[in-house]
């Protein structure tokens, strides 16, 4: 439910972008053999790896924005995965950003 939520807002909070415009993508990794705590701190790094700006981390996810793009990387331990989602303008610059942030996830 709580990821639901904040995909809607990420959705919604696309900065410079009318909402009619926006889009979103999303994509999922597996965390087998990883905490939640090295997750977040995974979580953290990629995103800061590809120069996102960020925001304080939530209580299951790390969140950032970048040139009126954002994104999140929610982890789920009970489902040892990590969602990763970006929003903005384009499906291009999303599918582009997507691949940048789950490449750095994997530490490529």
């Known amino acids: 439910m709580r990821l639901a939520i904040g995909l809607a807002i990420l959705a919604a909070l696309v900065p410079g972008v009318a909402q009619a415009q926006a889009t979103m993508s999303m994509n999922h990794l597996l965390t087998d053999g990883m905490t ?22 939530r209580s299951e996810s790390q969140w950032g924005s970048t040139g009126g793009m954002m994104a999140t990387i929610y982890c789920i331990d009970r489902r040892k995965l990590a969602v990763v989602a970006v929003a903005g303008p384009t499906p291009a610059q999303n599918s582009a950003l997507l691949s940048r942030l789950m490449a750095a996830f994997r530490g490529q």
């Not at 953290?44 to 590809?50: E, F, G, Q």
């Open 36 to 57: 939640f705590a090295e997750c977040m701190e995974r979580a953290d790094s990629a995103m800061r790896s590809i120069g996102l700006d960020m925001y304080a981390p």
